[in-house]
């Protein structure tokens, strides 16, 4: 069965939110975030306010990234039940990686750009560190339900909570050093070698820590 294509109507809501993301963290960016409100915003994009709360309910929800969370989901529920739970979670979060900054080009795509300024404003602000925090919470229990584990089963249910919650820090300090070293080296190595250190060189398939 072939993939639903979106509609025009979806098109153009994701091309909408798109454009205000983008002058967003442009406008974050050279001026600070606490220094941009979002009838700035609104401006700059050409648009309403309204439009921009419709999008996005919160002056936080315009630096968040959303995409990558259901990448590592789904990756995460293609892999075999019966390797380790850190190899499945792991191998999921360099496989988002790889898609989420184009894969292997040494030179940084325009979304790469994109996502290393928005992990840069969530490093830098506060505001923006407590949002992210609560992210990384729905990341955890996303990847917790895409693992299938029997939920009648506490055991079960711990070993996938702290299996994920580990790898997700893990993931958590190799994008930390990714914004510190400015895109130079290439983010699905790091969260690797992060594993890695955690867990051992089993932690990720081995063609994704070369």
Do not use: N
């Not at 936080?60 to 989901?73: K, S």
């Not at 894969?103 to 992210?132: I, N, Q, Y």
């Amino acid at each position: 069965m072939s993939e639903r294509q979106p509609s025009l109507r979806e098109r153009r809501r994701s091309e909408t939110r798109r454009l205000i993301q983008a002058h967003a963290v442009r406008l974050f960016t050279d001026h600070g975030y606490d220094a941009v409100t979002v009838a700035d915003v609104a401006e700059a994009a050409g648009v309403s306010a309204m439009t921009v709360y419709r999008h996005f309910p919160t002056k936080e929800d315009l630096v968040l990234i959303d995409q990558p969370a259901r990448l590592i989901a789904e990756h995460v529920a293609a892999s075999p039940a019966t390797q380790p739970l850190v190899r499945r979670v792991g191998s999921a979060l360099v496989a988002a990686a790889t898609a989420s900054t184009g894969g292997d080009g040494d030179e940084l795509t325009a979304d790469t750009k994109f996502l290393l300024d928005c992990l840069r404003l969530m490093v830098s602000t506060p505001a923006l560190r407590a949002r992210h925090l609560d992210s990384q919470y729905a990341l955890q229990q996303a990847v917790v339900d895409a693992l299938g584990e029997d939920a009648s089963d506490p055991d079960a249910a711990f070993r996938a909570q702290a299996a994920t919650s580990a790898c997700i820090a893990a993931m958590h300090t190799a994008l930390t050093r990714w914004v510190e070293d400015d895109g130079r080296t290439k983010l699905p190595e790091l969260i690797a070698r992060a594993l890695t250190a955690s867990f051992g060189d089993d932690a990720v398939a081995t063609h994704q820590k070369d």
